[in-house]
């Protein structure tokens, strides 16, 4: 794979949402997406209970670590640990504008620090042979764009960053919540394109907002990849057709039921670990959405995965609730 296509199509780090569970759920789906961890501090890779935090399967590769933090030691020992567990890239946090991580003074406030994100770089990519990536806005606040986004480039280009995803929209770290400034700020794609046509060498991926494959294909006429994050969590359905229409790869099943089929032995594997059912099955609710039987399904494994005891009997007894979509994906 040439290394630009190995950023081809990327599903977003989601807090809550992209543990190990859900990251080997859509690893079935799609076996060439390039998936990302919930964003992990550094303080907690370095202090914290680390299998328990960062700790994955070998199936969910390829696979990168996000990290939040600022200071560059930190990073760059938090990277190595990264790399000694196994990830094939640690992706720096520049995006997040929750006011827990503007207290840490990193996240999306970095934005206004591009020499400091540099240094960030430098320091991790001192560390590790595996890639460094960053997630970035636009821009922050009262910045402009055009000139923020520039200089912060530049800053992590001149220090070795090997891919440069960026939410295509600004957060505002004054009077929104995490979930507006994922919202509200508009979105400006032209912005990322001219990002990569000022910057040929750099690889670049688009966010935000990507409602559908079709719309991902269309970015990348401009943009080395893109990344989706809501439209891949609540409609995971969608990445059955990831690797025929993203890499002209076959896809690993031909629809949802197969997919949860597949995922059984997985989940007795982790139920015999101590794993509760609906740990695993609350990833799954979007797996039928646009299905005649999807709300049956839904409703069945929300209100019977989480009683005690529940094992794999309640996701087959979900299954039989659903009926075929319409449109069923074609394997290429
Ligand atoms: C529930 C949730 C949690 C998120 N957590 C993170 C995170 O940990 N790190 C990060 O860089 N972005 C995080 N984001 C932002 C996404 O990675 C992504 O940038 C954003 O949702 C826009 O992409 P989308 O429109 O395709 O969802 C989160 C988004 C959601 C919905």
């Known amino acids: ?51 328990r935090l960062i700790g994955f399967d070998p199936f969910e590769h390829p696979l990168a670590l996000q990290l939040g933090g600022a200071d560059p030691r930190a990073l760059a020992q938090s990277a190595r640990i990264a790399e000694d567990f196994g990830y094939g890239e640690v992706n720096l946090n520049v995006g997040c504008p929750s006011d827990r991580v503007q207290e840490g003074r990193f996240g999306a406030c970095l934005m206004a620090e591009p020499d400091h994100v540099g240094e960030c770089v430098a320091a991790m990519k001192a560390q590790v042979k595996v890639p460094v990536t960053v997630k970035c806005r636009i821009g922050i606040d009262a910045q402009d764009p055009e000139e923020a986004l520039e200089t912060f480039a530049a800053a992590v280009e001149r220090a070795g960053v090997d891919a ?62 893109v990344m989706l994050g809501r439209a891949a969590y609540q409609e995971p359905w969608r990445l059955i057709e990831v690797d025929p229409l993203m890499f002209g790869a076959r896809a690993p099943f031909a629809d949802g039921s197969e997919v949860a089929a597949a995922l059984i032995p997985y989940i007795e594997r982790e139920l015999a670990r101590g794993t509760r059912l609906s740990a695993i099955t609350r990833h799954m609710l979007g797996l039928f959405r646009g299905v005649p039987g999807a709300r049956a399904f839904r409703r069945h494994l929300a209100s019977e995965a989480v009683k005690p005891g529940a094992d794999a009997a309640v996701l087959v007894e979900a299954l039989a609730l659903v009926g075929k979509r319409a449109s069923e994906p074609v394997a290429a």
């Open 164 to 225: 440069l995803v960026v939410h295509a929209r600004k957060a505002w770290l004054k009077g929104l919540s995490p979930r507006e400034n994922r919202e509200v700020p508009p979105l400006d794609y032209a912005r990322v394109y001219r990002l990569k046509a000022a910057h040929p060498r750099l690889t670049v991926v688009l966010n935000g907002g990507v409602a559908s494959l079709a719309d991902a294909a269309a970015h990348l006429a401009f943009v080395d990849g």
């Open 1 to 51: 794979m040439k290394p630009d296509q190995a950023h081809r199509f990327c599903i977003a780090p989601m807090m809550e949402w992209t543990d190990r569970h859900c990251r080997f759920f859509h690893r079935l789906m799609t076996r060439r997406a390039r998936l990302y961890t919930e964003m992990v501090t550094t303080g907690a890779v370095l202090h914290g209970e680390r299998e």
